[in-house]
């Protein structure tokens, strides 16, 4: 791996651990009783409030690093790598769309799209940490077992995927504080 792939590698790694940490905390706010008063309903309304937009930048900067290991760092992607870019790239345009026009409808799609990205993310990074698998791989092209590298023990490309695609749909399932004040009129 050249020095540029590395730290690249290195960063996005490293964005990876913080965006746990923070997806973490963004489900303790959901599901907490306390979510309807003090600091949290300050959060969960704020996070709510902007769930598009944080769900565009999170798909847009997961789309880049997926171009980037493709196209820059030359890994190949395997067949699993290509079934969770068809869950996500179209979320890039989508919630861009949903962001200018504010249409607040594309949340059920997002959820939907990230679900089954997850889904597929999650089987990919347990098939590299030595799970059984239960489809078969790709015959043509790289495995789905490969691991091109692994930071802080346990980040891959499934992982920073699998990544994306929760916290997408933790903002996504944040309750937007207008509508709600909307329908308790």
């Not at 679900?115 to 089987?123: D, K, N, P, Q, W």
């Not at 239960?134 to 077992?145: F, L, Q, R």
Request: glycine share 4%.
């Amino acid at each position: 791996m050249s020095p540029f792939v590395q730290s690249v590698t290195n960063l996005l790694s490293f964005l990876t651990v913080i965006l746990d940490l923070f997806a973490a905390f963004l489900f303790f706010i959901l599901i907490t009783p306390l979510r309807k008063r003090g600091w949290t309903k300050s959060a969960a309304d704020f996070f709510g409030e902007r769930a598009i937009f944080f769900s565009f930048l999170v798909a847009f900067g997961a789309t880049f690093g997926s171009l980037f290991y493709s196209s820059i760092a030359n890994f190949t992607p395997c067949l699993l790598c290509w079934w969770q870019r068809i869950f996500l790239y179209p979320q890039t345009v989508l919630l861009f769309t949903a962001m200018l026009r504010k249409d607040q409808m594309m949340r059920l799609h997002a959820i939907i799209l990230s679900s089954f990205g997850a889904l597929i993310a999650l089987y990919h990074m347990l098939l590299q940490f030595g799970a059984a698998s239960i489809i078969p791989c790709s015959a043509s092209g790289v495995s789905c077992e490969v691991v091109y590298f692994i930071e802080y023990g346990y980040v891959t490309i499934p992982t920073m995927s699998l990544t994306a695609f929760a916290l997408i749909m933790l903002f996504m399932l944040s309750p937007n504080p207008k509508k709600r004040d909307v329908n308790e009129l």
